[in-house]
């Protein structure tokens, strides 16, 4: 809450540009969002929700946020209840991607993305894998032939069952001669117990996006053995298919707006991610945290949708995850 002597500086340095509080508050969209990460704290998800409110505060552009945070299941624990809770609010947003449709998949629920209303997709990563600082696996290929030696004998931590980490995995094993089923792949409801699992050493390597683990490779605390990516995130680290495997699969994030909104308040949440993406505070925190820009909206997004779905589910049958 802005106290009163906050409010009459802020009002002084405004109109030494000829402006008034009123007109700089006009360009503000929403008092306040309420968004919803179906994810623990410290993910992919829930660093896109924060970095929304960064970008959308700094610019004005929302006055406050509310975070719920859910996890589980890949988003499937948390989106029964946003479904259900927040029916009708227009003010009310969820984080999610490429995780969600391939969870809802796996593991047959009978609700998924298909019941929100699609808003903006906003960024694509690439994944990297980890292994502890201590780990004997130097390189990409030493673990390479671990998995292959033995997959059960490698557990390799990361998000949901039938996420984009799993199918990561998946399509190594595959590319290794080995089955899919074989992965001895540990599950976890967000990026940060996956990364708290790979710090303690309770597995031997671990697969997410590059933004949750790069302050720990930065630090020295695990070592980036490769990323997933067609391109390079860090010089000094190579991609799959630059080490021999041609494997290249990214990470999709987006927001959704909640079911029984109309028309107009749809529009109008996919206003207010058109104006944060354009903003210069969206481009510092892209360029800082290794983000791909993939802004889509509209008709656009609902078809790539479609496809991620269709793509998604003929990935996971060859894969014997679905």
């Known amino acids: 809450m802005t106290n009163r002597r906050t409010f009459v500086a802020a009002s ?7 402006l008034t509080p009123r007109l700089a508050g006009a360009q503000q969209r929403f008092a306040s969002i309420y968004m919803f990460v179906p994810a623990g704290p410290g993910g992919g998800w829930d660093g896109l929700g924060r970095a929304i409110e960064q970008a959308a505060r700094q610019s004005g ?3 406050t946020f509310q975070f719920e945070n859910v996890g589980g299941a890949g988003g499937m624990v948390g989106l029964p209840r946003f479904l259900s809770q927040r029916r009708g609010r227009a003010d009310a ?3 999610g991607g490429s995780v969600m449709v391939g969870a809802s998949l796996t593991n047959k629920t009978p609700v998924s993305l298909q019941n929100t209303v699609p808003v903006a997709r906003m960024t694509e990563e690439a994944g990297v894998i980890i292994v502890p600082a201590n780990s004997p696996y130097q390189n990409i290929r030493q673990l390479l032939d671990a998995l292959k030696e033995n997959p059960r004998a490698v557990s390799v931590a990361g998000g949901s069952a039938g996420g984009t980490d799993h199918i990561i995995l998946g399509l190594m094993l595959q590319k290794l001669g080995r089955q899919a089923r074989e992965a001895s792949f540990v599950a976890f409801p967000g990026g940060g117990p996956a990364q708290a699992a790979v710090l303690g050493g309770q597995v031997a ?3 997410s996006g590059w933004s949750e683990f790069s302050e720990q490779i930065k630090a020295g605390r695990v070592r980036a053995l490769a990323t997933t990516g067609e391109r390079r995130i860090d010089t000094d680290v190579p991609t799959l298919k630059e080490s021999g495997m041609d494997v290249v699969a990214t990470n999709w994030r987006g927001v ?9 308040q749809r529009q109008a949440l996919v206003d207010l991610m058109t104006a944060i993406h354009a903003t210069e505070a969206w481009r510092g925190i892209l360029t800082d945290r290794g983000w791909e820009d993939a802004f889509l909206t509209g008709t656009p997004f609902e078809q790539f949708l479609e ?3 269709a793509d998604t589910e003929s990935v996971l049958k060859d894969l014997g995850l679905a």
């Open 12 to 18: 002084a340095g405004l109109a030494a540009f000829g």
């Open 61 to 63: 552009l929302v006055g």
């Open 93 to 95: 947003l969820m984080v």
């Open 205 to 207: 390597a671990g697969i």
């Open 256 to 264: 959704f707006g909640a079911p029984g909104i109309n028309a107009t």
């Open 307 to 309: 496809k991620d779905r």
